[in-house]
């Protein structure tokens, strides 16, 4: 059964602290997206990958996060420093060129105090 | 640009009833069109999509949505609800074209009452 698998599950850290959450998308598929979930934006895509190449960032605040894929089977999304205004649930995506449903993982929900 | 509306926040169904969450959207191009469930706690999950073809699409679960260009639409529907189809549900849209985001609305709480 192939899914999306995100670490860690949860985060909880404290303001200013480097947070890093990782992605693996599913065997096969060549574009994932990061989103963030919060109750008063909803869903926001953050950025997206195809090929590992970055197509899209424009969602993501620059100056704090950045994404990467090292390799097919890993996507990282890292915040440095995290503020408490990035507490959400951020979540990671894959599919393919031929399909055009994308696939979620179960989220890393994040804490900053 | 593309956008989507889901104009009720909170849909209210009895069980064994039939069950409609509504959909708009505008796009530029071709509408490639999308419904997704998420659980408390949980990923969303792919129920359907419409990409070209017969306008009433059917999905996962027993949940179907019908394609309406005229009017813009994609409302997701259900013949009779079960309480387990309790969940957040998301419509989205993305142009045909080759960008692949989607855009999503802002979810509708779907609440089956036994």
């Known amino acids: 059964d192939a899914r999306v698998t995100q670490t860690p599950r949860d985060k909880v850290t404290e303001m200013g602290q480097e947070v890093t959450m990782r992605c693996q998308p599913i065997?096969?598929?060549?574009?994932v997206f990061w989103y963030r979930q919060t109750m008063m934006q909803g869903l926001e895509l953050l950025a997206y990958f195809r090929n590992r190449a970055p197509l899209d960032d424009s969602g993501m605040p620059k100056d704090r996060f950045s994404a990467e894929m090292p390799d097919a089977t890993l996507a990282t999304l890292k915040i440095q420093p995290s503020e408490p205004r990035d507490s959400a649930v951020y979540f990671c995506?894959?599919?393919?060129?031929?399909?055009?449903?994308?696939?979620f993982g179960p989220g890393t929900r994040l804490t900053v105090l | 640009a593309q956008s989507v509306a889901q104009p009720e926040d909170q849909v209210n169904v009895a069980e064994g009833n039939p069950l409609t969450v509504k959909c708009t959207y505008s796009?530029?191009?071709?509408?490639?069109l999308f419904w997704y469930v998420q659980y408390p706690n949980r990923g969303l999950q792919f129920l359907l999509k419409y990409i070209t073809g017969d306008n009433l699409v059917k999905g996962s679960y027993g949940f179907e949505a019908e394609f309406n260009k005229s009017q813009t639409s994609f409302h997701l529907k259900k013949p009779s609800a079960l309480v387990s189809d309790s969940a957040l549900y998301f419509c989205a849209v993305r142009d045909g074209g080759s960008a692949r985001q989607l855009t999503f609305g802002s979810g509708t709480q779907l609440t089956v009452l036994p």
């Open positions: 065997l096969g598929h060549n574009t």
């Open positions: 796009v530029s191009g071709n509408p490639y």
């Open positions: 995506a894959s599919a393919t060129d031929r399909a055009n449903e994308q696939f």
